[in-house]
């Protein structure tokens, strides 16, 4: 598979990104795909904190998180998606599917053998993330939700269908300049540390293709997964659940995750972070102190 490989010096000097690179490359399915992840926090820690990201961003999104979960003795495993991130980024943006990406992170989870799992998600890690306990219920015991929904195939609101038709006519989307309109007190070096694993437009097949993906009509790739992951939030999860909500987000926003948390059973009323956009992980540190707080961990 054709796939370009994100120079190390793109890397240089982040800020507050101080965290050791980790890799896999012989993944079943995904052998010769390299896949970042980071790894944090004591070890033999007992619990583990996976948290995903989603489109554009990577694992920086979870700099502010990270800290804070692993300062409470917990592991913590934060993925680049293939495509993003220090991940291997394959050029034919066929590749990107609901489905080789499901697969992905499954094969992660048993590559690393995560066990008493709190899922972190977030946008396309919820996406992605919210049908993978149905799967390996045994794995999961904690969820950790912020912006995102369980597209069913049906429209997931008017704030997405623009972003969608903006994402599409932005081949070469410049992220900095998007991340700073989502989160207007982000700066400089914060919005360029998000660009930084796509140097130029041959990057951003990822980017471009994943608002494509979302299943908002029916017959569409991952249906029949979100389907049965709508199921068992809704019936059989007995964990404990918590919600955070970035309230200024134009599109998966309040109204969106009002649905989602009748969707979780048991999921007590959000965390609203008033100031918070769509890449509401940006107010993270004190989402995940409260989420710590709830947990009782």
């Given at each position: 598979?054709?796939?370009?490989?994100?120079?190390?010096?793109?890397?240089?000097?982040?800020?507050?990104?101080?965290?050791?690179?980790?890799?896999?490359?012989?993944?079943?399915?995904?052998?010769?795909?390299?896949?970042?992840?980071?790894?944090?926090?004591?070890?033999?820690?007992?619990?583990?904190?996976?948290?995903?990201?989603?489109?554009?961003?990577?694992?920086?999104?979870?700099?502010?998180?990270?800290?804070?979960?692993?300062?409470?003795?917990?592991?913590?495993?934060?993925?680049?998606?293939?495509?993003?991130?220090?991940?291997?980024?394959?050029?034919?943006?066929?590749?990107?599917?609901?489905?080789?990406?499901?697969?992905?992170?499954?094969?992660?989870?048993?590559?690393?053998?995560?066990?008493?799992?709190?899922?972190?998600?977030?946008?396309?890690?919820?996406?992605?993330?919210?049908?993978?306990?149905?799967?390996?219920?045994?794995?999961?015991?904690?969820?950790?939700?912020?912006?995102?929904?369980?597209?069913?195939?049906?429209?997931?609101?008017?704030?997405?269908?623009?972003?969608?038709?903006?994402?599409?006519?932005?081949p070469d989307l410049d992220i900095a300049a998007l991340m700073q309109r989502s989160q207007p007190d982000m700066t400089d070096a914060e919005a360029a540390a998000y660009a930084a694993p796509f140097p130029d437009a041959r990057y951003k097949a990822g980017v471009r293709r994943f608002p494509e993906l979302v299943m908002t009509d029916p017959g569409m790739a991952g249906i029949a997964e979100a389907k049965r992951a709508a199921e068992f939030w809704r019936d059989e999860w007995s964990g404990p659940s918590f919600m955070a909500v970035g309230m200024a987000d134009p599109v998966l926003g309040p109204e969106v995750m009002a649905r989602l948390r009748a969707t979780i059973r048991g999921c007590p009323p959000p965390l609203e972070v008033a100031d918070g956009g769509h890449f509401v992980q940006e107010k993270g540190e004190a989402i995940a102190r409260a989420a710590l707080k709830a947990f009782g961990i």
């Open positions: 598979m054709d796939a370009l490989r994100t120079a190390d010096s793109q890397f240089a000097g982040l800020p507050d990104f101080d965290f050791a690179p980790h890799y896999v490359d012989d993944m079943p399915g995904y052998a010769g795909l390299r896949v970042h992840y980071l790894d944090e926090g004591p070890a033999g820690a007992t619990e583990t904190f996976l948290c995903l990201h989603g489109q554009p961003t990577w694992s920086y999104l979870y700099r502010k998180m990270i800290p804070v979960f692993a300062g409470a003795g917990h592991r913590v495993i934060a993925p680049d998606l293939l495509g993003f991130g220090r991940s291997d980024k394959p050029v034919d943006e066929a590749v990107y599917t609901f489905a080789f990406h499901r697969g992905l992170l499954m094969a992660l989870i048993e590559r690393l053998d995560l066990q008493r799992i709190t899922l972190v998600c977030q946008d396309w890690g919820g996406i992605l993330g919210l049908t993978i306990p149905p799967a390996m219920p045994e794995r999961f015991e904690r969820l950790l939700v912020m912006n995102t929904t369980i597209p069913l195939g049906a429209p997931v609101s008017d704030g997405f269908d623009r972003w969608r038709t903006y994402n599409r006519s932005q």
